[in-house]
Structures are given as C-alpha cells and as structure tokens.
C-alpha cells in the first residue's frame, strides 16, 4: 500500500473509533438496554399507531423524525401528524400540500412555529412530495389558553365551529394520572389547578385527530412534545381508551451527561428512548 493510502487508512481509523467513542446519541428500550437502530424499524414497522416524543428545540430528535419517516414510509401507508399545527390550520396546511399555495402562503395563513423551517418544515415537504395526510392535531392554542384560567367550563362559550377544532366535549379527565399531578405540584397546588386541565384538553383533541385520520393498514407517526406522551400517559391514555384494539408505540427524547447509560428516572418513559448528549445545540 502507498504511503499516503496508508496514512489515509489509518486516519480514517483513528475517526471512525473516536466517532464510536463520542456518539452524539444512544437508542434504548424502555427498561434501559441499548438498542440498534433497525431492529427499532422493524419493532415499529408493525405498528398503528407511533408517538415520537420530542424536545422541541432538539436537532437528534428532528432528525431521527425524518429518518423515521423516510423508513416507514418503504413498507406501509404512512399517515404524519403533530402537535406543532392546530386544527383550525388544517384547511392551510391541506391547501400547501396539494399544490394550491406555496411556503410563503402557508407562513401567512397558518401560525408556524419560530422553528418551523428548520425542524418542521422537512416533514410536510416529505408528506408533500409523497402525497401523504399530514393531520393538524392540536386545539387551538387559544382556547386551551381558556381552559388554564377558568377550566373546562370556559369551553361552554364557543361556537360550534370552534368546538369543530377540538375533542368533543365533555371529555375524560383522570386528575389522579401521574403526569397532571406532577404538573399541578410544579405550579404549587391549588394555583395552577386548571393547568393539568389545559394539558388534558390538548391530550384529548391529539388524541381525538389522531384517530380521526387513521386509517387500517396504515401507520400514523404522530410528533409531539415528551411530555404529552412520556410514561404511555397523556395521548397514549386518550388513544388506548378510544380504541384499545390498536397498536401503538411511543418513543421519548431525554437528555444526559452521560450518555452510554440510560438513568434510571428516564426509564420506562417510552417503549424507545432517544437519549442525546446534553451539549448538544439546540435549534433555538
């Protein structure tokens, strides 16, 4: 071998083992062993129903998003869906996946997140591009904002049309669930009662689109913050209520110092846990 192709080798080497050394990710199971990447393919591949658990100014999650959704789609009809669009955005949404209006359009008519051209914006050009549904999911942002301040009964109030973009009402509530306690202790109790409420109507009416366009024999890939799915709560407790003949799957973001060992407080959160170094930047 030449000299130089040697060198050339061995650096190569020497980049790959370092790489190895310094993953910017590890995949886990939920009772924390390590997993590889495709056998969570083929795991998730069987799959009705996926939710992917983000950290949303995460760039590993957005681009494990994409990779997933570029690999799902090879085998099964697939259906894309997220909390970053509220439903009274679907006819917005619609009209830029099929052509009508162009990205500037979308930005006008619908509320886009800040980081939308960056971490969302790959998704709903894939869906476009593929002629995929792409499901708004989320009740408007303001009426949840409603719920937080005065409960379920501030929902009274609205039209009909306005109740169009959410879970039909009256829906369940299980105050007791482990993840609206948790958040009613953050806020200091009796203060932020209603909080948990504002969170469950969100869970409800993701939940609620979610099954709305789900069709058998497809896979809907669902995107939405950790927390509305961590621990097989929030959607997941709608979803399995409103049809528990479904299989579902969840994946969790989680951030750690130490990466090549799953905490034991991040395990259990979801069947897969994406674990991202936590230097890594963020998008925002």
């Known amino acids: ?115 939308y051209p960056t971490d969302y914006a790959p998704l709903v050009n894939f869906a476009k591009e593929n002629h995929l549904v792409f499901a708004a999911t989320n009740i408007p942002r303001k009426f949840a904002a409603l719920v937080a301040r005065g409960g379920f009964e501030a929902l009274d109030t609205l039209s009909t049309k306005e109740k169009s973009w959410m879970a039909p009402l009256p829906i369940a509530y299980d105050p007791e669930l482990p993840g609206y306690k948790k958040m009613l202790e953050m806020m200091g109790g009796h203060s932020g009662a ?18 709305r366009n789900y069709t058998a024999g497809s896979t809907f890939l669902h995107f939405n913050g950790s927390y509305h799915s961590d621990n097989h709560e929030g959607i997941g407790w709608y979803l399995r209520k409103a049809r528990p003949d479904l299989q579902y799957a969840t994946i969790s973001t989680v951030s750690q110092k130490n990466i090549l060992k799953l905490e034991s407080e991040n395990k259990g959160k979801a069947d897969f846990i994406l674990c991202v170094d936590e230097n890594m930047t963020t998008t925002y």
Do not use: C
Not at 194 to 211: E, R
């Open 194 to 211: 209603n909080l948990p409420k504002a969170q469950a109507i969100k869970d409800a009416t993701m939940a609620y689109f979610i099954l």
């Open 1 to 115: 071998m030449k000299p130089f192709l040697l060198f050339f080798s061995i650096l190569l080497s020497l980049s790959i083992g370092f790489a190895q050394q310094k993953p910017a990710y590890v995949l886990y199971n939920g009772k924390g062993k390590k997993m590889g990447y495709k056998k969570m393919i083929r795991i998730l591949k069987g799959k009705d129903i996926i939710l992917f658990g983000e950290y949303h100014n995460n760039p590993i999650s957005h681009w494990m998003q994409l990779e997933l959704t570029m690999a799902l789609h090879q085998d099964r009809n697939l259906i894309l869906g997220a909390e970053m669009f509220e439903q009274d955005n679907q006819q917005a949404l619609d009209l830029y996946l099929s052509g009508k209006i162009s990205g500037k359009g979308l930005d006008s008519m619908a509320r886009l997140w800040k980081n």
